[in-house]
Structure formats: structure tokens, C-alpha cells
């Protein structure tokens, strides 16, 4: 990583560059989601947008009667009600696999005494929810068949319910937003492999009172312009600071020019 000063300046001067591209609305009072729909929302969150999460999550508790349904549904079926959302089928199986481990741990889907653990011990609960060894060590095989079978340690999930739900300090990192940080070269590849480990460097540089508006903000970007495989690097307001987009830029500063210039004649 960049030395701390260099990461947290450039991390300061992007929030305020993307603050300005894409103002974010005014949030319309609401009631809070109880803990369990908060982590529910998360999985539906994650590599997308708020705006296309809330329509997935309003569409599956439409559909659905309620969280007993799903846990006894198939992936295909709580798939459909996701899409569009990328990734339906995993990310139904997390769902899945979520529901039947609250389930099997509560004998409820009720979460709200784990507010009252504190916050360390309830972000080590709900991360548990994701964790097949445990589960499955507790004797609660249904829930660690179904997590395993899609292998993934939630980080970004419980990073956003400690954030939305439990008043931490937490910065959710997902894929997206790991490409937009990886592109400014303020995190490298190799520190994919480790989201806590990442995601606790991103919280020393990001206080708690820009972290909500960070997330949002940096999803918007990966899809509205810093796109997977071919980002509008000449559209994107970060281009003058980005790595990636001024290498990208030049590149095709040099093709365009080559196409300028006349060719040669052949002789004859």
C-alpha cells in the first residue's frame, strides 16, 4: 500500500471529486431494519448498488411470504426474485445458507438480543453465520452444507451491518469497490486475499463520520464508470490521479495518433 498520508489525501481528495459526479439523495426517513433483514440486505448489497439492492431485497420479500420460506426454498426459486443483481445464484445460497444457520443457532429469526452483546461480540456472531467449519462443528449441518457449497467468508456483509446497524466503524469492501481502490494503486491484488486485514488499512484512513457515503460513492463509480472490463477511464473525474486511467489514456493517445498519420506510399 501506499505510505498512509499519500493513501489517506488521495482516498480525501476522491471522496470529495465523486461527492460532487454523483450526488447522492437525500435519505427518505425510514423505520430501522431489524438486525437479521439488515444482514439479509447486505448479501443482496454486495457488488451492487444501494438502489438496485433495495428492489432485489423489496422483490424476495414480496415474493416470499416470509423468512421460513425462503430458508426452505431452492436457490433457483430466491435466484429468480434477485435477478437482475449479478451473481443471483451464490448470492441466493448465501441467503439460504444465512437463514438456515440463524434458524438451527436461535430456533427464530429473531436477532435483536445480539445488539445488547456489544459490538465486537455481535460482528464475531454474525460472522460465525458464515463460517462452515463452525457450523457444522456446532451440529448444524443443513446451514454448513449450504454455506459451503458456496464458499465465501462474508466480510463485506458483516462490515455493513457493524456500519448501518451497530454504530461501528466499519468500511464494507466488495469486489467493485476493490477494482476502484486497486486501479487509484491504493491497494494491490495480492490483498484480496485478506478483506479483514484490508478493509481494518481503509478504516485507519476513512473516519467513521464519511464512512456510509464512502461506500455509496465508490459503488456508483465501479458501475456507472470504473466498469470491470472497460473503464470510461476519458469520462471518469479520478483520471488525472488514477494510474490505470492515465496509463489507459495514454495507450490509446498513441493508437489514435498512429491512425492519424498517413502511411506511406508504396513505390512502384
Known amino acids: ?121 455481535a460482528a464475531k456472531q454474525i460472522s460465525r453465520y458464515f463460517n462452515a467449519k463452525d457450523l457444522e462443528t456446532k451440529g448444524l449441518k443443513q446451514a454448513a452444507k449450504q454455506i459451503e457449497r458456496f464458499k465465501r467468508v462474508n466480510d463485506f456483509a458483516v462490515a455493513w451491518v457493524v456500519q448501518r446497524s451497530l454504530g461501528g466503524h466499519a468500511i464494507p469492501l466488495d469486489g467493485p469497490t476493490f477494482r476502484v481502490l486497486r486501479r487509484l494503486n491504493v491497494v494491490e491484488e495480492a490483498e484480496a486475499e485478506d478483506m479483514e486485514s484490508l478493509r481494518g488499512g481503509i478504516e485507519h484512513v476513512i473516519p467513521k463520520a464519511r464512512g456510509e457515503e464512502f461506500t455509496e460513492l465508490m459503488s456508483l463509480h465501479a458501475k456507472e464508470t470504473c466498469i470491470e472490463k472497460t473503464p470510461l477511464c476519458g469520462q471518469c473525474v479520478l483520471k488525472g490521479d488514477c494510474p490505470t486511467g492515465i496509463e489507459l489514456l495514454s495507450k490509446k493517445a498513441d493508437k489514435d495518433k498512429e491512425k492519424a498519420e498517413p502511411k506511406p506510399k508504396k513505390s512502384r
Not at 22 to 30: A, N, V
Not at 91 to 113: C, K, P, Q, T
Open 1 to 121: 500500500m501506499p505510505a498512509i498520508t499519500n493513501k489517506q489525501q488521495l482516498l480525501t481528495q476522491a471522496q470529495a471529486a465523486l461527492k460532487k459526479r454523483y450526488p447522492l439523495p437525500t435519505p427518505e426517513p425510514r423505520e430501522p431494519r431489524q438486525l437479521l433483514e439488515e444482514l439479509i440486505f447486505a448479501i443482496c448489497r454486495e457488488g451492487s448498488t444501494t438502489e438496485d439492492a433495495e428492489e432485489a431485497y423489496a422483490r424476495i420479500r414480496k415474493v416470499f411470504v416470509d423468512w421460513n420460506e425462503i430458508r426452505v426454498s431452492t436457490v433457483q426459486e430466491v435466484a429468480d426474485a434477485l435477478r437482475p443483481l449479478p451473481n443471483p445464484g451464490p448470492r441466493a445460497g448465501w441467503i439460504i445458507g444465512v437463514l438456515h444457520a440463524v434458524f438451527e443457532m436461535n430456533y427464530s429469526y429473531d436477532l435483536g438480543d445480539m445488539e445488547k452483546k456489544g459490538l465486537k461480540n
